[in-house]
């Protein structure tokens, strides 16, 4: 059975409206992607088509993984990443791959008023590995929720910074 859970934040100061202009610029989202802390990132797409905007992406993260799983994997962790966003309503799609028998996918929204903005990201974690694939899924949501807020405070610096430009 997958493992479900979900991250919430708000960044204060930065509009709904403000927002949704700026999000639609697809080079903050390559700029964020390339801020990550990961290895190797490769875009592998950036396209806009009317309100649906698809950013695919692979790249290596740095991750702490328990030592019975470093074994069993040999630290092969290089995740694909598709995001395919719906600029017309604030939500999009995630979908991790990697080269683990892991498959992740969040639905994210994005509400707001003239004040602040309200991220929801609600993930579903499988990891296919007999036994240890329970307590995998539980680590995996320690390195999503990690990964998740560096995300996010580097899209909040990315939004002010295009604010004051």
Not at 105 to 118: F, L, Q, T
Not at 135 to 159: C, P, Q, T, V
Request: proline letters at 2%; one cysteine or more.
């Amino acid at each position: 059975m997958a493992h479900q859970f979900t991250i919430e934040a708000k960044i204060q100061g930065i509009s709904l409206a403000d927002f949704t202009r700026l999000a639609t610029d697809i080079k903050m989202h390559e700029t964020v992607c390339q801020r990550i802390p990961a290895q190797n990132l490769e875009i592998l797409e950036s396209h806009l088509d009317g309100d649906i905007y698809t950013l695919k992406r692979a790249y290596n993260l740095d991750v702490k993984i328990p030592d019975m799983a470093k074994k069993m994997l040999k630290d092969a962790f290089r995740l694909h990443r598709t995001d395919v966003s719906n600029f017309a309503n604030m939500t999009s799609t995630v979908k991790l791959g990697a080269n683990l028998p892991i498959i992740a996918s969040c639905e994210r929204s994005v509400k707001g008023n003239d004040s602040e903005i309200e991220l929801r990201l609600q993930w579903t974690v499988n990891v296919k590995v007999p036994l240890i694939g329970g307590m995998l899924e539980k680590h995996a949501e320690g390195e999503i929720r990690k990964f998740s807020g560096i995300e996010i405070d580097i899209i909040e610096d990315e939004l002010r910074k295009q604010l004051v430009a």
